[in-house]
């Protein structure tokens, strides 16, 4: 079956399997592209503005797909474009306060010092249930415990309590403790992942060492090994399957 160029970027009025599969190629790797141009703006927490934008390069892009008389180099271009506008807004608002603010919105502070900012209260479309139900989230049953409540841009409730109700840490009563790093992972699915084992400061003797230590003979039977900064090694293993009965 031969496709031609107006039935893959173009329109028309009947979309052949082949040209649908390869419409949602191009597509695809389009909107990946464009994503990766992004960075993480829109694989975060959504403002107002980052959601509304998701939603619409998710139209654009289903659109040739959902009808064939769409141009797919249209929505392509079209995709390009919010994609420029959105870093040219991105850089302005790195650079001026005042924009980000106008565009994405700033924090809003609904209790202060146990107190109730009613106005902001309201400004947020929030009653006194609603904040009470959102402190008991995050387990904080009363509000007197509250120095600041706060509704962030991204519509996350954030709470930070009076100095006083916070639990007493191990800095408070000056007891000394170990650094916590992240564990490095050595050994996932059964592959060694050798730049960390070099990271770490060892070699594989050292960890098949280790896994016969454990009663381990076979690296395929390793599902996850990781080593922490203490020097422990954590190993998890591949569960045998049985068969069905």
Known sequence: MNL????????????SPLGFFVRATIVYFGLVFFIRILG???????????????????????????APDSSVLVALVQIAVLTVLTIVVQTLALRSVTFRKWVFGGPLVLVENGH?????????RFNVDNL???????????????EF?????????????????????NKDLKIATPYRGLPLILVHNGQIDRE?????G??????????????????????????NTSGDLYVDYIQPRTPNL
């Open 116 to 124: 109730i900012l009613e106005d902001n209260l309201a400004a947020a």
């Open 196 to 200: 960390n084992l070099s990271r770490a």
């Open 132 to 146: 009470l139900s959102k402190l008991r989230e995050k387990n904080v049953p009363d509000i007197g415990d509250v």
């Open 202 to 227: 060892k070699d594989e003797v050292w960890l098949f060492n280790q896994l016969e230590q454990k009663g381990i003979t076979r690296l395929q039977d390793v599902l996850l090994a990781s080593l």
């Open 4 to 15: 031609t160029l107006n039935e893959i970027f173009g329109q028309t009025s009947l979309l």
């Open 40 to 66: 993480k703006t829109l694989l975060g927490r959504f403002s107002v503005v980052t959601f509304a934008l998701a939603i619409t390069i998710g139209s654009i892009a289903a659109l040739p797909l959902a």
């Open 149 to 169: 409540a706060i509704i962030e841009p991204t519509g996350e409730f954030s709470v930070i309590k009076k100095s006083q109700k916070e639990p007493v840490r």
